[in-house]
C-alpha cells in the first residue's frame, strides 16, 4: 500500500507562487513516475506535470513555462513549483504515482 499526502497549497493572488509537496510512503517511489493533477470545479481532472523515475518531465500547454515539477528519491516526495499563478489555475491538485495511486488533493486558490 502507498500513501501520498499533499501539501503547500493556498490562497495566493494572481502572479503568485506557491510550492505543492508530496510525500510517499513505501519503497517503490525511486521506480515509478510521478505525476501532478488538477481538477477545477465543473471540469474533469486533467494532467498539469509529470516526472519519469529517470527524472524526465512532461507538462500541459497551460502550465509550461510556469511550473516546474522535480522529485527528492532520498526524500520519497516529489514537488511542483508554480510561478506566475492565474485565476484559471484553480483547482484541487492531486499527486498520483503509475502504480496507481492518488493523493487527497490540495486546494489552490488564485486571487484575481
Known amino acids: 500500500q502507498v500513501q501520498l499526502v499533499e501539501s503547500g497549497g493556498g490562497l495566493v493572488q494572481a502572479g503568485g507562487s506557491l510550492r505543492l509537496s508530496c510525500a510517499a510512503s513505501?519503497?517503490?517511489?525511486?521506480?515509478?513516475?510521478m505525476s501532478w493533477y488538477r481538477q477545477a470545479p465543473g471540469k474533469q481532472r486533467e494532467l498539469v506535470a509529470r516526472i519519469s523515475s529517470g527524472g524526465i518531465t512532461n507538462y500541459s500547454d497551460s502550465v509550461k513555462g510556469r511550473f516546474t515539477i522535480s522529485r527528492d528519491n532520498a526524500k520519497n516526495t516529489v514537488y511542483l513549483q508554480m510561478m506566475s499563478l492565474q485565476p484559471e489555475d484553480t483547482a484541487v491538485y492531486y499527486c498520483?504515482?503509475?502504480?496507481?495511486?492518488w493523493g487527497q488533493g490540495t486546494q489552490v486558490t488564485v486571487s484575481s
Open positions: 513505501g519503497s517503490i517511489f525511486r521506480m515509478v513516475a
Open positions: 498520483h504515482t503509475s502504480a496507481g495511486y
